[in-house]
């Protein structure tokens, strides 16, 4: 199996965490949530010698888009999103304007994605899961012991739900699939530090119990 390399790159000011999948031995890599500062993340990709492939979205927020318009200039890549998050899509401007923070709008177009799907990272194959309820077309990126998580699971906390669209029973459904993963599955998140799937469920009050919805469904 490939390995994985993982640049996280902390930009803007939600201070929102970027990741650069890189395969190394095929020279293959992906970009999850450019978020800002896109002319830092372009620079990032080129350090890294690998080809970019696209752009992979867990959701459609101003602080987790707003570098796509500078990373697609350089490299006009397929961006991922799932088509539930089309209204947020559509409006980050108005999200960056009620923040007050410079931003640059993201060219239109998306390729939707579905839960279920698999996307290669090189010789690594990654699949989506939808996990609806921080926002409605929030998606994870699990494979090879990583979950790209976004904004559904934070080290010792998860994700806000009294946001526009956000939905908090959805949000326990959804952080009950990911409580099911493997103990040792790292997570990586789209604020604060790495962590584990066995660390949150021990420690994370938010995953008390959560793993007990599955079982009613």
Do not use: K
């Not at 990709?45 to 318009?69: F, K, N, Q, R, Y």
């Not at 500078?70 to 401007?93: C, I, M, N, Q, S």
């Not at 090189?122 to 921080?134: A, D, K």
């Not at 908090?168 to 040792?184: C, K, N, T």
């Amino acid at each position: 199996m490939a390995r994985l390399r993982i640049e996280s790159h902390t930009v803007g000011a939600f201070q929102e965490n970027c990741y650069l999948l890189v395969d190394d031995d095929a020279g293959r890599a992906v970009l999850v949530d450019p978020g800002a500062e896109g002319a830092r993340l372009v620079a990032a990709v080129e350090a890294s010698g690998a080809t970019l492939d696209a752009i992979w979205l867990t959701h459609a927020h101003v602080d987790h888009v707003g570098g796509i318009a500078a990373v697609r200039r350089r490299w006009p890549v397929p961006v991922r999103l799932h088509p539930a998050d089309e209204p947020l899509w559509r409006v980050v401007d108005r999200q960056a304007a009620m923040y007050g923070i410079p931003f640059e709008s993201p060219p239109p177009d998306f390729e939707p994605i579905a839960d279920g799907d698999q996307f290669d990272v090189g010789g690594l194959r990654m699949r989506v899961i939808h996990t609806p309820g921080h926002a409605p077309g929030h998606c994870v990126f699990v494979g090879g012991g990583v979950v790209l998580a976004g904004d559904l699971l934070f080290a010792g906390s998860i994700g806000r739900t009294d946001l526009p669209l956000s939905d908090p029973v959805r949000m326990q459904e959804s952080l009950a699939l990911v409580a099911a993963l493997d103990d040792a599955t790292l997570v990586y998140p789209g604020h604060g530090p790495a962590t584990s799937i066995g660390e949150e469920r021990s420690a994370n009050p938010f995953l008390n119990g959560v793993a007990r919805v599955l079982a009613r469904r």
